[in-house]
T-cell receptor, first 112, second 115 residues
């Protein structure tokens, strides 16, 4: 299983862009990179998933360099409601099993 | 509405009293998992199931049992709960699209206190 490393916490201000980098040096060829968001006492919620290059949806962008040993989640123009813990996961397809490991996550605090 | 439901949401029990936390999903997902979340330890997978009657251990299976008799349900059983199983539990489900893992949908969580 690919182990992930993320910063423990980050502070930001409303309207700013937040970038969270996740390291996954031993990512395997079949692994996808997925990011989840979790608010206190709630289950994690999917944000974005990618394999390589750049993926963008209505919530965030995910940048993955060619070597795929890291990835960066970008949250544009954050608001107070974006205060949450963000998890980076690296895992294989379901056919190879479903052992996904959540790391410690990055606690993002958005200030007024 | 697509969702994962868990019951009960809150439970206080005593050591050794068997309990079951139910989990149900209405998305016809093949894959279901149970996680526990503890302060400072993040989310840890307890058991997962790739389909009906197919289950396997996650990272912290000791003290837990699961069953998958129907596709929509995946109950978590604590035969003899102990205080170290006091935690916040999440059930999750996901489907598969062209062999690629789809996103996991998480339930609202069950907060368990074992006295």
């Amino acid at each position: 299983l690919a182990k992930t490393t993320q910063p423990i916490s980050m502070d930001s201000y409303e309207g700013q862009e937040v970038n969270i980098t996740c390291s996954h040096n031993n990512i395997a060829t079949n692994d996808y990179i997925t990011w989840y968001q979790q608010f206190p006492s709630q289950g994690p919620r999917f944000i974005i998933q990618g394999y390589k290059t750049k993926v963008t949806n209505e919530v965030a962008s995910l940048f993955i360099p060619a070597d795929r040993k890291s990835s960066t989640l970008s949250l544009p123009r954050v608001s107070l409601s974006d205060t949450a813990v963000y998890y980076c996961l690296v895992g294989r397809t379901m056919a190879a099993g479903n052992k996904l490991t959540f790391g410690g996550g990055t606690r993002v605090l958005v200030k007024p | 509405e697509a969702q994962v439901t868990q019951n009960p949401r809150y439970l206080i029990t005593v050591t050794g009293k068997k309990l079951t936390v139910t989990c149900s999903q209405n998305m016809n997902h093949e894959y279901m998992s149970w996680y526990r979340q503890d302060p400072g330890l993040g989310l840890r997978q307890i058991y997962y199931s790739m389909n009906v009657e197919v289950t396997d251990k996650g990272d912290v299976p000791e003290g837990y049992k699961v069953s998958r008799k129907e596709k929509r349900n995946f109950p978590l059983i604590l035969e003899s709960p102990s205080p170290n199983q006091t935690s916040l539990y999440f059930c999750a489900s996901s489907g598969r699209l062209a062999g690629i893992q789809e996103t996991q949908y998480f339930g609202p969580g069950t907060r368990l206190l074992v006295l």
